[in-house]
């Protein structure tokens, strides 16, 4: 059965640093999307993707953020300099008509 | 108000058991709901998708959607320990690329 990939399981850095997460979705499916679920609170939307462009993005997604989709495969989310607070699980998701399929995650930790 | 409020619990039951788990939601716009299963550490796994109010059934689960009252339940029939878990709701204005709005999850555990 397709899933939905994501790189790496865990990801240790330092406050300031630039992190890239990156994420394979299903193969057919045409939207793109990285939530985040801060230890002991709800999963939140940070953007969606589609035809190459974000479609959306919430008010977390500040221009530290930023997401590509360098070939027709990966799907990435960059951080460009750390806090503390980026600390959470963050989610790639992909849908091609109506149903959302989610990756296991990567965590991120900023020490 | 929350726009989607759900009891994080925790909730536990016997196996064998009906589990209910519900949310309630504010903004009358949502119109497509979902409910995911989460374990610990994992993405969420789609489970149920509705869109119209009534119920949907699939296997031991049943969605039911409520959208005068908003209100959506999710039922587990002849529960098992596997089903242990934390259960989130999920909802959106519309298909394409708009966004899920979660509610805080049901955290379940199914005791042999």
């Known amino acids: 059965e397709p899933e939905v990939t994501q790189t790496p399981s865990h990801q240790v850095t330092q406050m300031g640093q630039e992190v890239i997460l990156r994420c394979v979705p299903i193969?057919?499916?045409?939207?793109f999307y990285w939530y985040r679920q801060i230890l002991g609170q709800k999963v939140e939307f940070l953007v969606s993707?589609?035809?190459?462009?974000?479609?959306?993005k919430s008010e977390i997604f500040d221009d530290q953020f930023s997401v590509e989709r360098p070939d027709g495969s990966n799907f990435t989310l960059k951080i460009r300099s750390t806090k503390l607070e980026d600390s959470a699980m963050y989610f790639c998701?992909?849908?091609?008509?109506?149903?959302?399929?989610f990756g296991p995650g990567t965590r991120l930790t900023v020490l | 108000q929350k726009e989607v409020e759900q009891d994080p619990g925790p909730l536990s039951v016997p196996e064998g058991a009906i589990v209910s788990l519900n949310c309630t939601y504010s903004?009358?716009?949502?119109?497509?709901f979902m409910w995911y299963r989460q374990y610990s550490r994992k993405g969420p796994e789609l489970l149920m998708y509705?869109?119209?109010?009534g119920n949907k059934e699939d296997g031991r689960f049943t969605a039911q959607v409520d959208k005068s009252s908003k209100y959506i339940s999710l039922f587990i029939r002849d529960s098992q320990p596997s089903d242990s878990a934390t259960y989130l709701c999920?909802?959106?204005?519309?298909?394409?690329?708009?966004?899920?709005?979660f509610g805080q999850g049901t955290r379940l555990t199914i005791n042999p």
């Open positions: 998701a992909s849908m091609s008509v109506a149903s959302k399929f």
């Open positions: 193969s057919n499916h045409l939207y």
């Open positions: 993707f589609y035809n190459n462009e974000i479609s959306e």
């Open positions: 903004n009358s716009a949502f119109q497509y």
């Open positions: 509705t869109y119209s109010s």
């Open positions: 999920a909802m959106t204005v519309s298909q394409g690329a708009q966004k899920l709005v």
